[in-house]
């Protein structure tokens, strides 16, 4: 039940916010907040609780379940179910949620109830998607956290640069996720068709789909309907395309839950659905899942290189990072899909941390052009030595979490794919022409304008300290993390390791 | 007890960081350098405990703080391993670093931001010892890639200049690129040797592959692309002039004292995979080599006191990578910590000679200080003795003659020339450097006006201290650490020793008098052969290094601005973006159609019907 109420809260919070409009402007931020902090709280408390080893066979590898009927004449369930890997992952909801809710404090200024609405019912969403088993709830959820999005950057965003609009860069957003979603559900319905065929009956039961024997011929296209939806959403190049307006016209909130979480529901979806729905096309798949990965890594790190707008820079860089989670999860390898994991984590804590700090930016000079910032570390105190750590986490000083996460990945994906390894580790020195990039030209240099400017009060710095803590916290000692999704990734390996002789094989023709 | 002055003397520094950073600059100069010089001072004689203990008979120690990364067999530990070799280097890091932050209260007095510059001094002194501390590769490369992070930040510690920036940015880079090696390097390791542990990979290596191995050449050959980039050798080497963009002390500890020697030491310490890949061992020597020739030459034609001591730098690092060539271990280690001594030395007493210059650095506008700079030429004086290796009384002398004797030994008369080639060059420009600064008459008034340092403690101390070390003296309190490494080739006779001693001793005096000719006598033969013809040609290629930074600039630098040029608009993006243009062609078709005038309305459905009506007769099957 603890489950349901972990999904539910959000989206009550969400509503008594928007009430609570009436009472007063701080009401539905404390109110936000506060259910944020809950959903934190009690995933704290379910993983100081939990158990996490590899369950041996027979047992259900779930630490939580609950089900219930929803509508039985299509099979359809509600049905949710938590282990480790969606533990930490709704933790982190919890986390970077109450950040979302610290850091809209001054930014937002108009109907702040309903800004608190959209955010808390994304994060419902989410919290959806991790828990889902049934997959017509998974698709439910799936598409329930766009529409609140949509109204986030349309309503609340920033209009930019070069005659970028802010609904525009929405309805991109839309567009874009809405269409592969379109086509997952294509392939949720066709699994759920033929497994009807088989049996005569209809289920949506993720552990019952699991069990389908799928027509050859038609295998590799579902395969593909799950791999694309993920793909956008991830996002894979060259799928990518609203990611960079989204996340430079989206308010910092929403930059921080889109880079935070909603890239990582992507992640999740593979390893959880498209992975063991589809082993064996997954692992013929995988050398084309590698190369996009490492088309990914250059091609968000080159673009990176490139960009004027502070926002937009990140959001590349994100490409670039989600790179090395792609190839992680088709590598095969335990240590690559922990490494993964620890990432993706490492990733919602750097890139949301430099999105803060490029809004707290924002209220002080009003612009993300880097053009017209620079030698800001004279004039503002400790936001730019925040803004190194976190440049630092994010091109993979070791003692960060990130270093932890990309390197895992390399030694991990070495032995099967040398040549992507290989080629993955020239992102290291990208990515240090862009960290860099981004602090020479923000904080070093000749001072563009004279003058102090206001060092950060106690909200953000406690926001910066917590997330730089734990990006260190990661960094040097990861064990907890990984152990708890140790269980999660011996699965998967076990799962690929029936279809390993022919993914080594496959791996082998990209050296 | 070991254990505990071990991890006195790496907390140490990272308190002092912590402290400053966290400060916030609230601390103000006075307290901000008390702490930064405090921690050094308390971590080497924390340092000064554990060699003692070590002497006392407590031998090698290696202890775990805890397991930092478990996953199957993929077990890295933030473990410490003390050992001989260890322990030299922290005696380096920490013993030299201490006077160098001493000096740096001085250097830097009275400039805003110095608890930033403490704090990141400490923090370089940290990572660096994580680097020789570290029982596993993986440990070793956090300590790798901190010490990197902290050159960059200090070489464009005055931010405000773009300059210092860029080569603070080149600097992270080039080394960074290097870094990549390494790290394939360890993915090959422990992809075929299964752990990442120091010892263990040298035990396994030895197991694994037999000498020669390709995979043993290929794992070396990428340990050395590290090592390239650290030490700045050829071809990764252009950072290193450039890097001198920073305060004088970092130039001291990080570019000449610790940092630039961490290929050496990384190479020493596997010296196991060396051995089994030999033509990787002779491609050291033979880069060693080739660096150590390219940087004197350069050094030769500079103008700027801190590019000739960088190249200068290089070049000694040459003799190390030389000496690691021919199997020679300790001989690179002995030089590598007499080097530490001497061009700590130099470093500082360039850094005494441009604060009281106010911040004139190049030897045009130089010269006459020996007057006005006594203690500062005094330390030119010793430190360019032990750099020229003067024989018996210098420290230099000592390391540099081992390496000869070594490559003699080893066979290696290529290498054994190069040697005896760079040690005349070095003379000359060592001579050089301290004409132009301290002889002949003042070039400005920034010169003629130079205000010396009085300070006992924080200036003289300093100099002092590291001018006794860079005598004879500082040569005979190295330990020499022949036990832990490979039997070197200078030990399996003796043959020819003495006859080396003569012939380095004389190429020392030949290249002093030489130089003294040069430079005194023929002064002004020189400057006409140098302002024309091949003569000018000459001054120009050596003053540009040889032209590395203009060829990388060609190659790599422009090509990736073009790159980046070229897809700044995401190109990708772009095409996929022609769905959304046509979907919008479409519809401006289709909403012209619709325009509300009915005799177009009229007009469509006539040729409509018409053309069904066509389609229908001339079409298969119709009456026509």
Request: hydrophobic share 55%; with cysteine.
């Amino acid at each position: 039940m603890i489950l349901v109420w972990l999904i539910v809260i959000p989206f009550l919070g969400g509503l008594l916010c928007w009430q609570a409009d009436r009472w007063s402007e701080q009401a539905p931020r404390w109110i936000a907040l506060g259910t944020m902090l809950f959903v934190l709280v009690i995933s704290l408390v379910l993983w100081a609780a939990g158990d996490f080893a590899l369950p041996s066979g027979g047992e259900t590898p779930w630490l939580l379940e609950w089900r219930t009927d929803w509508i039985p004449r299509f099979g359809i369930e509600i049905h949710l179910a938590m282990d480790g890997l969606s533990l930490i992952l709704v933790a982190l909801t919890g986390f970077l949620g109450a950040l979302a809710v610290l850091c809209s404090w001054r930014e937002i200024g108009q109907r702040i109830g309903f800004f608190h609405l959209n955010l808390l019912w994304i994060l419902g969403g989410v919290v959806g998607v991790f828990l889902a088993l049934d997959l017509f709830l998974f698709f439910l959820f799936w598409e329930m956290m766009l529409v609140p999005m949509y109204f986030l950057i349309a309503l609340w965003g920033h209009s930019g640069s070069a005659g970028q609009t802010r609904i525009r860069a929405a309805t991109r957003f839309f567009i874009y996720t809405q269409a592969s979603g379109l086509l997952m559900l294509v392939a949720i319905l066709a699994l759920v068709f033929i497994h009807f065929g088989n049996t005569g009956e209809f289920s949506f039961s993720y552990e019952v789909l699991l069990k389908t024997e799928v027509p050859e011929a038609i295998a590799p296209w579902l395969m593909l309907g799950f791999f694309v939806a993920f793909a956008v959403k991830l996002p894979v190049v060259p799928f990518h395309g609203w990611l960079p307006d989204a996340h430079a016209q989206a308010p910092t909130a929403g930059s921080v839950d889109l880079a935070g979480i909603l890239l990582k529901t992507a992640a999740y979806g593979m390893l959880r659905f498209a992975l063991p729905l589809f082993p064996e096309e997954s692992a013929a798949f995988a050398p084309v899942a590698m190369v996009l990965g490492l088309v990914g890594i250059v091609y968000g790190a080159v673009l990176a290189c490139g960009q004027q707008d502070i926002k937009r820079l990140i959001a590349y860089t994100s490409i670039s990072h989600m790179g090395f989670v792609l190839i992680a999860i088709y590598s095969g390898s335990e240590l690559a899909i922990q490494g993964a994991v620890v990432l993706m984590v490492a990733h919602a804590f750097s890139s949301a941390g430099l999105f803060i700090l490029s809004g707290q930016l924002y209220e002080r000079i009003h612009t993300r052009d880097m053009r017209i910032m620079g030698g800001l570390w004279g004039r503002i105190p400790t936001l730019p030595g925040f803004t190194l750590c976190f440049v630092a986490a994010s091109l993979g000083m070791p003692a960060t979490a990130n270093f932890v996460g990309e390197f895992m990945i390399l030694f991990g994906t070495f032995p099967t794919a040398p040549v992507v390894v290989i080629i993955a580790s020239t992102g290291l020195v990208m990515a240090a022409i862009y960290s860099l990039i981004l602090m020479q030209r923000v904080h070093f240099g000749p001072a563009y304008r004279d003058g102090a400017l206001a060092g950060p009060d106690w909200r953000e710095y406690g926001m910066m300290l917590a997330l730089l803590a734990l990006v260190l916290l990661i960094g040097l000692y990861p064990q907890p993390l990984l152990d708890t999704t140790a269980g999660m990734s011996g699965r998967v390996v076990e799962l690929f390791a029936g279809p390993a002789q022919s993914l080594a094989e496959t791996a082998g023709e990209v050296r | 007890m070991m254990e505990l002055a071990v991890t006195l003397s790496f907390v140490m520094p990272l308190v002092g960081t912590l402290v400053l950073a966290l400060s916030g600059g609230r601390l103000g100069p006075k307290v901000g350098s008390v702490i930064g010089v405090a921690s050094i001072g308390i971590a080497a004689l924390a340092t000064a405990w554990a060699i003692a203990l070590y002497a006392g008979g407590d031998g090698a120690v290696r202890f775990t703080l805890w397991t930092w990364i478990q996953v199957g067999a993929f077990q890295p530990t933030i473990g410490l391993a003390v050992d001989g070799l260890a322990l030299v280097m922290m005696a380096v890091i920490t013993g030299v670093g201490f006077f160098i932050h001493l000096f740096a209260v001085w250097y830097m007095g009275g400039e805003a931001g110095v608890t930033r510059f403490f704090a990141w001094m400490n923090l370089f002194v940290f990572s660096m010892l994580m680097l020789v501390l570290g029982d596993n590769l993986l440990l070793l490369f956090l300590g790798w890639e901190g010490v990197g992070l902290c050159s960059y930040l200090l070489i464009g510690y005055y931010y405000q200049d773009s300059a210092n920036g860029r080569a603070a940015f080149k600097a992270f880079l080039v080394t960074r690129i290097g870094d990549v090696f390494l790290a394939l390097g360890l993915f090959l390791i422990f992809r075929d040797l299964g752990t990442l542990d120091i010892q263990q990979v040298m035990v396994r290596a030895a197991e694994v592959w037999s000498v020669g191995d390709p995979t043993a050449t290929l794992v070396a050959l990428l340990v050395l692309g590290g090592a390239l980039g650290k030490s700045a050798q050829v071809p990764l080497h252009t950072w290193l002039p450039d890097a001198m963009a920073g305060p004088t002390p970092v130039s001291a500890l990080i570019h000449a004292a610790t940092m630039v020697t961490a290929g050496v030491y990384l190479i020493a310490r596997l010296n196991g995979v060396f051995l089994l890949a030999p033509e990787a061992l002779w491609l050291v020597g033979v880069i060693g080599a080739v660096s150590l020739l390219l940087a004197a030459f350069a050094a030769l034609a500079q103008t700027d006191i801190k590019r000739v001591l960088a190249y200068s730098t290089m070049s000694q690092i040459g003799y190390m990578f030389l000496a690691l060539g021919v199997g020679a271990f300790d001989a690179a280690i002995f030089h590598l910590v007499t080097h530490a001594f001497f061009k700590a030395l130099l470093f500082l007493s360039a850094g005494a000679v441009i604060t009281s210059c106010h911040h004139e650095q190049d030897m045009a506008n130089l010269g006459g200080l020996r007057k006005r700079l006594p203690v500062a030429y005094a330390g030119f004086l010793v430190g360019g003795s032990a750099l020229v290796a003067l024989p018996l009384v210098t420290a230099g002398f000592y390391s540099k003659d081992e390496i000869l004797w070594q490559a003699m030994a080893a066979d290696a008369q290529g290498l054994l020339l190069a040697g005896l080639l760079g040690a005349f060059l070095t003379c000359l420009y060592t001579v050089r450097l301290i004409l132009r600064t301290f002889h002949g008459d003042c070039g400005s008034d920034k010169a003629r006006n130079a205000e010396p340092g009085t300070q006992l403690l924080t200036h003289h101390l300093p100099l002092a201290v590291l001018a006794v070390l860079s005598t004879f003296v500082g040569a005979m309190l190295y330990p020499h650490l022949g036990g832990l490494f490979p039997v070197a080739p200078g030990e399996r006779t003796e043959a020819g020793h003495t006859l080396l001693q003569l012939l380095a001793t004389g190429t020392v005096i030949a290249g002093l008098a030489v130089s003294g000719w040069l430079f005194v006598k023929r002064r002004e033969w020189l400057r006409q052969q140098v302002s024309a013809g091949p003569g000018a040609f000459l001054w120009k290629l050596w003053h540009r290094a040889w032209g590395f930074d203009a060829l990388y600039d060609r190659l790599l630098v422009r090509p990736w601005h073009l790159l980046v040029r070229m897809l700044r608009h995401d190109l990708i993006n772009l095409t996929i973006n022609l769905v959304a243009v046509l979907a919008r062609l479409l519809n401006s078709g289709l909403v012209r159609a619709q325009n509300g005038r009915t005799r177009s309305y009229a007009t469509a459905m006539i040729l409509g019907a018409t053309l069904i009506l066509l389609a229908l007769t001339i079409g298969p099957g119709g009456v026509a």
